[in-house]
């Protein structure tokens, strides 16, 4: 069964820091997902990876993916305090395209 | 493009009573998803439809719930009865291709 583990679950960072968020997975998968989720909202997409090797960056948010390694990171340049949410992967089940989430990353940044 | 629209956007019932959620996916999205979200975790996925038959079902408690995608456009997801570890967000989802995956508002249940 796919397993999608992040850390860390907490983390406060101060504003101006950087910081990174990991996901491991345990199967093969060549698609990850990841997604913001602020109190009570529902899911924003931040970016799809499809590939090993691929790299995308919007704003302070940088997300990479090795397949290899079933490894995937997202990366906080210079965090501000607007990009305090819950932050989740997910993997896509190559044989039926449906998700896996991994427990989420609570982000808090301070002033 | 409208997004995925499910409702209600909220439901309180006691337990062991019957409850019913709606989802309209995006038009043109042949596949759709219901997820439970328990507070403080991950999505779940209950069931996966590709247009109106069911992809993947095996987390779904079949003894309660229920989901259907008659016309293989919009979905109800029925539970009955309910029991308080039912209370979750239940969202909805629909896709493409399995690439890009668009998610409803949610519907907050608490079973009191």
């Known amino acids: 069964e796919l397993k999608v583990e992040q850390n860390p679950l907490f983390l406060s960072m101060q504003e101006g820091k950087n910081y990174t968020i990991y996901c491991n997975y345990s199967t093969t998968s060549d698609r990850l997902y990841w997604y913001r989720q602020d109190p009570g909202k529902s899911l924003e997409s931040l970016f799809v990876?499809?590939?090993?090797?691929a790299v995308k960056q919007e704003g302070r948010l940088m997300a990479s993916l090795d397949t290899k390694a079933r490894l995937s990171t997202l990366h906080i340049t210079a965090a501000v305090h607007d990009l305090s949410a819950t932050y989740f992967c997910?993997?896509?089940?190559?044989?039926?395209?449906?998700?896996?989430f991994g427990a989420g990353t609570r982000l808090t940044v301070k002033p | 493009e409208a997004g995925v629209a499910q409702s209600p956007r909220y439901k309180i019932i006691e337990k062991r009573q019957s409850v019913a959620f709606w989802c309209n996916p995006i038009?043109?999205?042949?596949?759709l998803y219901w997820y439970q979200q328990i507070l403080g975790q991950g999505p779940k996925l209950l069931i996966q439809f590709q247009n109106n038959g069911v992809v993947d079902d095996s987390q779904l408690p079949k003894d309660r719930f229920s989901a259907e995608r008659l016309k293989g456009v919009d979905s109800t997801l029925k539970i009955q009865p309910a029991k308080l570890e039912d209370s979750a967000v239940y969202l909805c989802?629909?896709?493409?291709?399995?690439?890009?995956?668009?998610f409803g508002s949610g519907t907050r249940l608490t079973v009191v």
């Open positions: 038009s043109g999205h042949a596949t």
């Open positions: 990876l499809l590939s090993n090797g």
């Open positions: 997910a993997v896509d089940m190559r044989d039926n395209n449906d998700m896996r």
């Open positions: 989802a629909s896709s493409l291709r399995g690439v890009g995956y668009t």
